[in-house]
């Protein structure tokens, strides 16, 4: 789904909305974590998010939130108002 080193993180969107396609989905939740132990979003999770929310718009699968998550904590991004308009 993704090339994933300490330093970055590559989403290729059509990968992520795969699975909601072949399942007729209308919506989606993406969830990834930051393993370092501080879920708090980057400014890639949030360009990525904004990604997202446009490419769902086009296909017709709205994008519910982008969670980041950690241990114990997790970040909602929508919660947040981070990449969505």
Do not use: W
Not at 63 to 74: G, Q, S, Y
């Amino acid at each position: 789904m993704y090339h994933r080193s300490l330093a970055s993180l590559q989403v290729r969107v059509a990968e992520i909305f795969k699975p909601a396609i072949q399942r007729m989905a209308p919506q989606i939740i993406c969830v990834h974590d930051h393993p370092l132990g501080d879920p708090a979003s980057s400014t890639d999770d949030i360009t990525v998010t904004h990604t997202l929310v446009q490419a769902g718009k086009l296909l017709n699968v709205e994008l519910l939130d982008h969670l980041v998550i950690e241990k114990a904590r997790f970040i909602s991004l929508r919660g947040c108002g981070l990449g969505f308009d």
